[in-house]
């Protein structure tokens, strides 16, 4: 089982900032896609971002041109930068990983971190 670790939650003012890292073990081979996803109270899983294998960047309309995504392959890690806050931003945020095992590639989950933005 791989377990991915997330970190970086916590409270912060509306617009501040927070960077949520999230990283899968070092003996993992290789990592395609690598997203962020959040979850608030009472609402469904989105789709905050994600980057592929070869760079190619999606993000919500919500938080486009105040989040920034980015991948350190050498590390297995992705990083979710976010600035501008907002209250509506409050959620648990969750990390997932496409990583190869043995022919395919499995999707996997951080356990999630709670980021909460203050008005």
């Known amino acids: 089982q791989v377990q991915l670790v997330e970190s970086g939650g916590g409270l912060v003012q509306a617009g501040g900032p927070l960077r949520l890292p999230c990283a899968a073990p070092?003996?993992?081979?290789?990592?395609?896609?690598m997203a962020w996803y959040r979850q608030a109270p009472g609402k469904q899983r989105e789709l905050v971002a994600s980057i592929a294998g070869d760079g190619k960047i999606n993000y919500a309309d919500s938080v486009k041109g105040r989040f920034t995504i980015s991948r350190d392959d050498g590390k297995n890690t992705a990083y979710l930068q976010m600035n501008g806050l907002k209250p509506e931003d409050t959620a648990v945020y969750l990390c997932?990983?496409?990583?190869?095992?043995?022919?395919?590639?499995?999707?996997?989950w951080g356990q999630g971190t709670q980021v909460t933005v203050s008005s």
């Open positions: 070092g003996t993992i081979l290789r990592v395609n896609t």
């Open positions: 997932n990983f496409y990583i190869l095992r043995t022919l395919t590639f499995t999707p996997y």
